[in-house]
Every structure is written in C-alpha cells, then in structure tokens.
Nanobody, 122 residues
Framework: QVQLVESGGGLVQAGGSLRLSCAAS????????AGWSRQAPGKEREFVTT???????YYADSVKGRFTISRDNAKNTVYLQMNSLKPEDTAVYYC????????????????WGQGTQVTVSS
C-alpha cells in the first residue's frame, strides 16, 4: 500500500505561483510513475501532468510552459510547481501514482491522495 498526502494548496492571485507537494509513505516511489490531476466544480477530473519513474515529464496543453512536475525519489515526494496561475486553474489538485509507465487515464492509477484546494483569484 502507498499513502499519498498532498500539501501546498491555497489562495493566490492571478499571475502568482504555488508549489504543491505529494509525500508518499508505505512504499518507495522509485519504480512508480506519478501524475497530478485536478477537478474544478462541475467539471470532470483531468490530468494535467505526469512523470515517469526516471523523470520524463509530460504536460497537458492547458498548463504547458507554466507548470513543472518533478520528483525526489530520495524524499519519496513528487512536486508540482505552478507559475503564472490563472483563475481557470482553480480546482482540487490530486496526486496519483502507478507502477510502470505513465498514463493520462485516472483508472490506471492505483493510489491517490486526498487532494488539496488551489484557488486563483482574478
């Protein structure tokens, strides 16, 4: 079992930055792919970025150039640096991990965090 705990969410003005963290316990993440998804009120959950076990990162067009996913396997933690935030980035952000390669599909992820709220004011 892997337990994931997100932190770092909050309220920020448009154009600002936040850094989310996803700390894992129970297993080492070194062989797991990870991703961040988000869900805004009334909308479906969408994956915005994913990273392979060896650090290859991929981004949805909506966040490309503004968000950066990274991982520190020694600390068993995955990060999401969010810059140039927009009101449309407002959502609950979830981290998830899966053994094997990356995926853009939520059903392929085995473990999820509880989510952290990000609110961007205009």
């Amino acid at each position: 079992q892997v337990q994931l705990v997100e932190s770092g969410g909050g309220l920020v003005q448009a154009g600002g930055s936040l850094r989310l963290s996803c700390a894992a316990s129970g297993r080492t993440l070194s062989s797991y792919a990870a991703g961040w998804s988000r869900q805004a009120p009334g909308k479906e959950r969408e994956f915005v970025t994913t990273i392979s076990w060896d650090g290859r990162a991929y981004y949805a067009d909506s966040v490309k150039g503004r968000f950066t996913i990274s991982r520190d396997n020694a600390k068993n933690t995955v990060y999401l640096q969010m810059n140039s935030l927009k009101p449309e980035d407002t959502a609950v952000y979830y981290c998830a991990v899966r053994r094997g390669g990356i995926s853009w599909y939520a059903d392929n992820y085995e473990y999820w965090g509880q989510g952290t709220q990000v609110t961007v004011s205009s």
